[in-house]
């Protein structure tokens, strides 16, 4: 019998500064309730999904800085999604910023079951940006000075019979681009990896690098192929479009285990996409093609974990 | 300065069991010729380029066997082509079937300078297909019968001044398909993977899986992406067609370090591509977006060397 999930991304247009949080809320489950009524049974919501991408800015006071993070999940502020999704009898997958009571910090995100149940948490291990604030940059990259990185590892969870069963993974925005995270979950026997994002869609402080465009395929790229390496799905879901004038790429995507996007999003707004997840269709691959098994060779990837930084030969 | 290299792929059609050596090695010729008349210092031959892709049959004569290896390299069989490349000042990547003096057999690359001189040996270190044939069917796919696993990991080589001095990287074939070889070689400053290829257009069997399109499609994607992901130029190139009633796909391409196609075959047959390969572009990659030093996470990486077959979590 066929395992088919039906998944949806919902990937949201840009936050302001100045939005409140109801009213971030509101949009939330609103996309929530659209993707529930195409039936979906798991919606998987961007990276940070309550607040505006705030590590684009220097924030010295902490009060403020505490105010873009969650000390308990749920809170009385996120509270309506976990209700109205157990009502509806659907799972979600939501990143948010996390304080601990002991007062560490990560950019973590969490996999809810249909019934309300926490399935399992994920903190960013691939963290961009930097400690220190680039003197004069309007727009600043500080993930590496707002969260520690992540440690829990990359871990599987067996979800549900409501969720068909299936093995869940969680990676959050940089991390979809490191084959080493996706690796360690293909070989905790991953079938669908949630990711959700947001990526600069060009320099916000007028350098000249890489456009929309392109950034866009990157990231598609890196779902695509690293869904296809590992057999299994992947659902990968933005925050997109403008933030305070600083720009996000779209291009929400839902990748079948042949590394096809078989669903993807046309705006850079608030936008649900759908897609039927049948996860036996990873069977293929990892029986086959990607036995690792029968084909891995860990005795030469031993520099993966050995060295960090590269070392190229001598000129 | 720019370090522009042009490097060209000379896609090979098929190869048939009945084709003499003289008569596929006149065929490389041309195409290395071509390849020289367009500009390129580099030309990048298929895997297995001198033969047809003889794991397909079982070969129980070990004389038959050895008339697929190459004793030494050069031999007289093959010495016109390190010849005349070294006349035209073009280096050159070729994949062929080692017996080495020990009487080792491997699935080797080796890269040749303009000067003739050997820049380095790779030796395939993932294998596909069985080493027992399956009983009854048409076509096999013997490559672990009839080679060792690869003993050289994944060096890199910095080429001499004539090839800009470029950091160079080899595979072969279906280690395409294995982001751990090209991380391996990311680590090692690799600036342009080579890789040759014969991989199968459809089951020659007639099992009902993947069409040649969604096959050209896998391979271009993992050569694209882990391009991407390492920041460098990758050389893909095909044995193409018909061999003896067994399909094999082409999309033979050369890949920039953002992922994209830059050059791509239009056919299954003997083809030349040529792209300029700026190495200097793989920089803006290596010092942002994949700076290892400053984003990898190797503690969290360990299961990619301390397990080799999956380990899903329990239903």
Not at 49 to 69: I, K, M, N, Q
Not at 201 to 228: C, I, K, M, V, W
């Amino acid at each position: 019998m066929a395992r088919v999930l039906r998944v949806a991304g919902a990937q949201m247009g840009g936050t302001q500064k100045a939005d409140s949080r109801p009213h971030t809320l509101a949009r939330m489950l609103a996309l929530l309730e659209q993707a529930a009524r195409a039936g979906a049974r798991l919606v998987v919501f961007p990276e940070l999904a309550f607040t505006t991408f705030f590590p684009r800015w220097f924030v010295p006071d902490p009060r403020e800085l505490d105010g873009y993070f969650e000390r308990a999940m749920p809170n009385p502020n996120v509270q309506p999604l976990f209700d109205r999704a157990r009502a509806l009898g659907v799972g979600f997958y939501v990143g948010y910023a996390e304080l601990t009571p002991e007062g560490r910090r990560f950019n973590t995100a969490i996999l809810v079951a249909p019934d309300g149940a926490l399935i399992g948490k994920y903190r960013k291990i691939h963290l961009p940006g930097s400690v220190e604030p680039r003197e004069g940059a309007r727009f600043q990259q500080l993930e590496k000075r707002y969260f520690e990185y992540g440690d829990l590892g990359f871990p599987t969870f067996r979800a549900p019979a409501s969720l068909v069963g299936g093995v869940l993974g969680m990676l959050v925005c940089n991390d979809r681009r490191w084959p080493e995270g996706w690796r360690v979950l293909g070989l905790r026997g991953v079938e669908l990896v949630c990711v959700g994002y947001n990526s600069a869609a060009y320099d916000p402080n007028g350098g000249e690098t890489e456009d929309s465009g392109l950034r866009t395929f990157h990231s598609q790229l890196a779902a695509q192929s690293n869904a296809y390496m590992n057999a299994t799905w992947a659902v990968a879901v933005a925050k997109a479009g403008d933030e305070d004038g600083s720009g996000l790429i779209g291009g929400s995507c839902i990748v079948d285990p042949n590394g096809r996007i078989v669903a993807e999003a046309k705006t850079l707004g608030d936008e649900v996409i759908v897609a039927d997840c049948d996860l036996d269709a990873c069977r293929q691959g990892k029986e086959k093609m990607f036995n690792f098994a029968a084909h891995r060779r860990p005795h030469w990837y031993g520099p993966i974990v050995s060295q960090v930084g590269a070392t190229p030969p001598e000129a």
